[in-house]
């Protein structure tokens, strides 16, 4: 397939450039081009080096087919891609910043119990272009609304296992990072896994971005039903396996922790979390299970995520409670669905 201008670095086509014979110096233009202004093209390519390049590369983004605000300034976007798949890409308001979720898989193969975009089983990987695609679109839309918006923080927690396509999500990163392209600061940028223990070493050839493990509970038997790869890959080659990134000095890798009500917040958890977490450089990040339709888990009261954060605090584990938003649009984690899946796709 031909491949996509978004998915190459300023270093990929500083080769390009050498190899076709074209002046280095037109090179920032080109990139300004891509992400900034594409009337520089017309203004400082000249037409027979445009055309060239045209027709070796595709230029397409997704197509944003469905935006929905939600009452907390969240914006879900529906994107489609040339072969009519969609997935969703999420713009949440956080202070004065927002944040996009990539989705890097249409679907999921993980299945993990707590989510509803496991329900829908996966589709196929999603190109570097087309995570990239997704970041450009929903900026683009956010710039047009409030054209003094600061460039958006990321996360790779969209519908998808990032580990599952490694490669392309890998390549995704470097062009977002790159600050002739996009610029976007690797700690403004966080990869989220569920464990997906074949590709963690990969995250040790990655830019020094930030990482999370879902993690959700610290006993075997329990992740075994939340996240049913846990039954191949469990907690403690995982987190071995995490052990051996390199963190910066003020680094911590972010443990996600889904609080359910009755099942995952009592004091043998608080106990085996000190015991898994207290000498590693981790932060808890607590979110409330936000229920989606036909979940068998509940939500916890707010009494209930107080104590259960302050028995953490007490244990003196980093801890932080992650507000949902997005949830009267479906838009909060594991909540990403294209519903009109099962129409369009026939599954
Ligand atoms: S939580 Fe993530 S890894 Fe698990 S099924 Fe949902 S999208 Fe996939």
């Known amino acids: 397939m031909t491949t996509s201008i978004y998915a190459l670095t300023s270093h990929d086509w ?43 590369y595709r230029f397409d983004l997704p197509e944003i087919c469905l935006t ?97 396509n490694v490669a392309e999500v890998k390549k995704a990163v470097e062009v977002l990072i790159d600050e002739k392209c996009l610029g976007v600061g690797p700690r403004q940028m966080t990869l989220s896994t569920v464990g997906y223990l074949p590709a963690i070493q990969e995250l040790k050839t990655f830019p020094k971005i930030n990482f999370a493990l879902s993690l959700h509970s610290p006993f075997n038997e329990e992740r075994n039903i939340l996240i049913p790869i846990n039954q191949k890959y469990p907690l403690s080659e995982v987190l071995s396996e995490l052990d051996q990134l390199a963190l910066l000095k003020k680094q911590f890798i972010t443990f996600e922790y889904l609080m359910i009500q009755d099942f995952n917040m009592s004091d043998k958890h608080v106990e085996e979390l000190a015991k898994l977490l207290s ?17 068998e888990w509940k939500r916890p009261a707010v009494d209930e995520i107080e104590n259960f954060k302050q028995k953490l605090v007490k244990k003196k584990l980093r801890v932080m409670v992650r507000n949902t938003k997005g949830d009267d649009i479906l838009a909060a984690c594991g909540q990403l669905k294209i519903k009109t899946m099962a129409r369009n796709y026939g599954h």
């Open 68 to 164: 929905q605000e939600s009452d907390d300034g969240t914006i879900k976007f529906k994107m489609r891609f040339k072969d009519s798949l969609e997935v969703e890409t999420v713009l949440i308001p956080f202070h004065k910043r927002y944040t996009v979720c990539l989705s890097t898989q249409v679907g999921c193969a993980m299945n993990c119990s707590f989510c509803y975009t496991g329900t829908q089983g996966l589709k196929r990987h999603l190109l570097a272009d087309e995570i990239v695609g997704q970041y450009v679109r929903a900026y683009q839309w956010l710039l047009k609304k409030k054209p003094s918006s600061i460039k958006p923080s990321l996360v790779f927690m969209g519908q998808g296992e990032p580990l599952h």
């Open 14 to 56: 500083a080769q390009t450039f050498n190899q076709r014979g074209f002046a280095l110096s037109t090179l920032p233009y080109w990139l300004d081009g891509i992400y900034k202004d594409p009337s520089l093209f017309n203004r400082h390519i000249a037409p027979q080096m445009l055309d060239e390049l045209k027709n070796e």
């Open 279 to 295: 000498h590693r450089k981790a932060l808890i990040n607590l979110i409330a299970f936000n229920p989606f339709p036909g979940s």
